[in-house]
Each structure stands twice: as structure tokens, then as C-alpha cells.
């Protein structure tokens, strides 16, 4: 993990060789930085190295990208594993490396694509898939598997495209966060900031409905 781990750091280093500004995952009182990232990094590879020898592998960071019924812009999907479980059948595998357990949502829209497209009808798919976010962090919470072959990409589209219609009208939901001290922006944000003269000269919210 050093051998691979180290020269991708050395060479983001080149790009901002401030670690403090780059963007950390875990707990605000103590982010997985420098040395925790790396540990974190063994910790993740260990469990996916787990988890995949109970898998049969057919497709590793597939591109599912297309379009869906009634949304008006393509897609794009990278699913990280396809294949097939000793024991849950054709399944759809994405890692979450944090701690945050997510919604089935991001795993519908991967079943939903590969139904558009066709992947695995008359092929590998055997009675529909099952999706499984796996949860690399140590101490992170475990999902369950997802029976994902009902779903319904007319539904799914439909999602997309209302947010994809509050976009075009330029509703945005601006929030102050962890996140907000690796933006850039943030010194010239209303929300970030408050009203400074700063903030207030950039402020583009009444032009791209958001505040810089």
C-alpha cells in the first residue's frame, strides 16, 4: 500500500503542496490526514481484499453512463464492481471508505442504467440484482444487501430531472460545513462568511442562485 499510496501524494504535492488544504474525511476534531490517511488506506484495502473473495468479478469500474425515461441529460456512472456473490447472486458493489451510512439511491441509479442497456438480460443476470454499498472504514456501520430488480427507471429519471429543473431555475441549497475550509471560495462566500464587504462583492446568488 506505501508503494502505491506514496506516489500519488507526491504527486498531488506538486499540484498544492499545502496538506492543509486538502480535502479530509472523518470527524472535524480529528480529520484522516497525513499518516491516518495512510493507515486508513491499508484498513479499506484489507476489507475490499475480504469482501472479494466472496465475489466472482465480472466488471470493475463499469461505465453504466447514459440516459434514463423522462430526464432531459445524460448520466454518468461508474460502478466500481459488478459480479456475481457465492450466495446473494448477481450483485452491484459500490466502497464507501467513510463512516456516513448512505441511502439505496446511488445503487438504484446504477440498476436502473444497466436495465436501459441491457447488461446481463440473457447473459450473467440471474434473477435480478442485489446491490451492496461495503463499508471499508474500521468502526463504520454495515449495510445490508438491496433488492434492486424492481426498480423502475422511469422513477429514477424522474428524480433526476426535477433536481435537474431546479438547477435550470437556479434553486440551490447552500450550506456551511466541515468541507467549507478546503473551498477556495470560501473567504468570498455569504454563506461561509456572513456579509463582509468581500462576500458581498462576489456575490453572484441573484445571477447562478448560489453566493460566489
Known amino acids: 500500500m506505501e508503494t502505491f499510496f506514496y506516489p500519488l501524494v507526491e504527486k498531488q504535492m506538486e499540484v498544492e503542496p499545502d496538506l492543509s488544504k486538502w480535502l479530509a474525511g472523518g470527524p472535524a476534531d480529528s480529520p484522516v490526514t497525513h499518516e ?3 493507515q486508513r488506506a491499508v484498513e479499506c484495502y484489507e476489507k475490499a481484499v475480504e469482501y472479494l473473495d466472496e465475489l466472482d468479478v465480472w466488471e470493475v469500474e463499469y461505465d453504466a453512463s447514459g ?3 423522462g430526464l432531459s441529460v445524460p448520466v454518468k456512472a461508474y460502478v466500481d464492481i459488478i459480479g456475481e456473490h457465492k450466495k446473494k447472486g448477481p450483485v452491484i458493489v459500490d466502497w464507501k471508505t467513510g463512516s456516513t451510512k448512505p441511502d439505496n439511491f446511488q ?3 446504477y440498476a436502473a442504467l444497466l436495465s436501459e442497456v441491457g447488461y446481463g438480460q440473457g447473459g450473467n443476470m440471474i434473477g435480478g440484482w442485489q446491490g451492496r454499498y461495503v463499508m471499508l ?3 463504520s456501520a ?3 444487501y438491496v433488492d434492486l430488480s424492481k426498480v423502475d427507471p422511469a422513477e429514477v429519471g424522474a428524480k433526476y430531472q426535477k433536481v435537474r429543473e431546479q438547477m435550470e431555475a437556479k434553486i440551490y441549497k447552500t450550506q456551511a460545513g466541515f468541507n467549507c475550509r478546503f473551498c477556495f471560495q470560501s473567504e468570498n462566500c455569504l454563506v461561509n462568511k456572513g456579509i463582509t464587504k ?3 462583492y462576489y456575490d453572484r446568488s441573484a445571477e447562478d442562485g448560489y453566493p460566489f
Open 36 to 38: 491516518k490517511a495512510l
Open 67 to 69: 440516459g434514463l425515461p
Open 107 to 109: 445503487l438504484e441509479t
Open 137 to 139: 472504514a474500521p468502526g
Open 142 to 144: 454495515n449495510t445490508r
Open 198 to 200: 468581500r462576500s458581498v
